[in-house]
């Protein structure tokens, strides 16, 4: 104990920036073994705070947890090792990780909310500047440390700072981070509802009309017409933020999925600057000689190439799903005849993961229960939202239906008033409580998870757009059309189905 109340206190010193008083150098590994717990309880702890409550556990935040702190004893080898210190390994790897608590507790999660503050604020220069702050911070940390260790070599100890640094921040760059607490649906708590019993939900009013197609032609087109989409993508613009966006219309059923994808088409390449940069994959059978179709294999495909198109360490994804959803969170892809495969959270998680790999993104699942998503995509470089909580139904799709709630409110509405996707999930949100009850409907409940750091990265790109006017919507099948009335959700409530 007296060795970790040492170490800790080394630790702590260190985050201050005061050298080390080497009270427990010597320590062995349990001392390491023990920080590596009270690692795992802290990083607890805060993830609660930050939660609130409802709340459940994550056992997949611990892997992270346990990769930080290995990393952390590879920056403590490197410390020691040119140092000529190779005896005091576990003692320096035990200091840096003692910093790694404190360094968390006392100067990145306060960054980490004052940055969330700022960027709902869109004051995107200062959301980065505390973001290189808190960075620089560690970096300072481990030239302490080295510093110490090496009193009368200061380039060498600049030099172990850089190499530590390298080894144990650089990574989390990229690398996948979970907390070890998440957000619990209200409905946890209770008791649990009966679910439907067909695996994804169908219309419950009659199809739409539209044509029919040759099967075997279809697939046979398919490599051709994708290729084609993906050979259009325009190139990356240097020193710029590029936001590329897919959009993805997964049942063909009906009319208002394709709507949804082709107005999003234009929307983000008219207003938000995305011209060239826009893939509309989507289920319809008036668009199976034009356009690729909604599949996991063509999504996982077009993701690569945009990885391989844009700039992944700068440009954004916006990636757009909508189509009817399960219970057992599972997204509807249909074009009957086509046998096709349906969609779950792994399965979006899998098709992300591309090489290069991109790091920011902003994923949108509009679906029925598609807030059983959130969990699987979230992270550190990710915004997501979904159209409904992981137990509800979303509404507005159906025959009778031009866009879903969820697309009016957010695509339509929110996205015509601001560039902010926070902003405009905050009007959509609002726009759709106010339509269900005037219908008398159960609240869809519609999700977001953010972060700092993929809030800085929007700011940074909308600060970039040039002025344009809103786009106004019309069903794809009918460009004349005028834009839907604001009041029609309301109006129409009772005349459109669940999703």
């Known amino acids: 104990m007296n060795a970790f109340a040492a170490t800790l206190l080394d630790g702590l010193r260190a985050t201050a920036l005061r050298p080390p008083r080497g009270r427990a150098i010597t320590a062995a590994g349990g001392t390491f073994v023990a920080l590596v717990v009270a690692y795992l309880l802290v990083s607890f702890v805060i993830a609660l705070v930050d939660t609130g409550v409802p709340w459940r556990f994550e056992p997949a935040g611990i892997p992270t947890v346990l990769a930080d702190s290995l990393l952390t004893l590879l920056a403590g080898w490197l410390l020691a090792v040119l140092g000529g210190r190779r005896e005091v ?57 080295a510093h110490w260790l090496s009193p009368r070599r200061l380039r060498l100890a600049l030099a172990g700072a850089l190499l530590a640094f390298a080894v144990s921040a650089a990574p989390w760059w990229w690398l996948p981070q979970s907390a070890m607490v998440a957000a619990a649906d209200p409905a946890e708590a209770s008791a649990p509802q009966p679910e439907p019993e067909a695996p994804v939900d169908a219309p419950e009013s009659g199809d739409d009309d539209t044509g029919t197609f040759d099967a075997e032609q279809v697939l046979y087109d398919q490599p051709r017409l994708l290729d084609a989409a993906l050979a259009s993508l325009a190139p990356q613009t240097p020193g710029k933020v590029d936001l590329y966006v897919v959009a993805f219309a997964g049942d063909g059923g009906e009319n208002v999925f394709r709507n949804e994808a082709e107005y999003a088409e234009r929307l983000f390449g008219q207003r938000f600057d995305a011209a060239g940069h826009v893939v509309v994959l989507e289920n319809h059978p008036d668009t199976v000689e034009t356009r690729p179709l909604a599949t996991w294999t063509a999504l996982q495909r077009t993701l690569q190439a945009i990885a391989r198109t844009m700039d992944p360490a700068e440009d954004v994804l916006l990636l757009y799903i909508t189509t009817h959803g399960s219970a057992e969170h599972q997204l509807l892809v249909d074009l009957d005849p086509l046998p096709l495969d349906q969609i779950e959270p792994g399965d979006l998680v899998d098709a992300l993961k591309t090489t290069p790999a991109m790091r920011w993104k902003v994923l949108v699942v509009n679906a029925c229960y598609s807030g059983g998503f959130v969990d699987a995509l979230r992270d550190d470089s990710t915004m997501v939202i979904t159209s409904a909580r992981a137990d509800r139904t979303s509404f507005g799709c159906g025959a009778d239906s031009d866009i879903t709630w969820f697309g009016k409110a957010f695509l339509v509405d929110a996205l015509n008033r601001t560039t902010s996707f926070r902003d405009a999930f905050g009007l959509a949100q609002g726009s759709i409580r ?66």
Do not use: K
């Open 89 to 145: 390994v576990w003692g320096t790897a035990g200091i840096l990780l003692a910093a790694t608590i404190t360094t968390a507790l006392f100067v990145h999660w306060p960054l980490a909310h004052i940055q969330l503050a700022l960027a709902r604020s869109q004051h995107g220069f200062a959301v980065l500047l505390l973001e290189l702050v808190g960075r620089a911070w560690w970096f300072l940390v481990l030239l302490v440390v």
């Open 434 to 499: 106010a339509w269900e009850d005037a219908g008398g409907e159960e609240h869809s409940e519609p999700q977001i998870a953010s972060s700092p750091s993929i809030e800085a990265r929007l700011a940074t790109w909308q600060r970039g757009l040039p002025a344009r006017p809103a786009v106004p919507f019309a069903p794809a099948a009918s460009a004349d059309v005028e834009s839907v009335d604001a009041a029609a959700p309301a109006a129409q409530v009772r005349a459109r189905t669940a999703r």
